[in-house]
Nanobody, 122 residues
Framework: QVQLVESGGGLVQAGGSLRLSCAAS????????MGWYRQAPGKQRELVST???????NYADSVKGRFTISRDNAKNTVYLQMNSLKPEDTGVYYC????????????????WGRGTQVTVSS
């Protein structure tokens, strides 16, 4: 099976920075797009940023210029550097990856991590 494990969340003051990491492990054949989503209390989960295998990135308008996504394909890991954090960035951040497993090399499936809490105080 495949596991995604996030780390790096925490409590930070407005204007501060955090770096999230997400490592994929298990019976992985290949990983396509990876990304980060977040869910604030009482709201739906929303896209934060995605990155392709080749390094093409996409960001939500609300985080452009403040967040940077990157990945290390050799380590099956995706990162999210978050700068100039705002209270409205508070939420649970989830890692997502489209993965083909050794058991099904021709099919990519969406996998999710359990999430890491980010809290930004004003």
């Amino acid at each position: 099976q495949v596991q995604l494990v996030e780390s790096g969340g925490g409590l930070v003051q407005a204007g501060g920075s955090l770096r999230l990491s997400c490592a994929a492990s298990g019976s992985i054949f290949s990983i396509n797009a990876m990304g980060w989503y977040r869910q604030a209390p009482g709201k739906q989960r929303e896209l934060v940023s995605t990155i392709t295998t080749g390094g093409s990135t996409n960001y939500a308008d609300s985080v452009k210029g403040r967040f940077t996504i990157s990945r290390d394909n050799a380590k099956n890991t995706v990162y999210l550097q978050m700068n100039s954090l705002k209270p409205e960035d508070t939420g649970v951040y989830y890692c997502n990856a489209w993965i083909a497993t050794l058991q099904a090399m021709r099919t990519t499936t969406s996998y999710w991590g359990r999430g890491t809490q980010v809290t930004v105080s004003s």
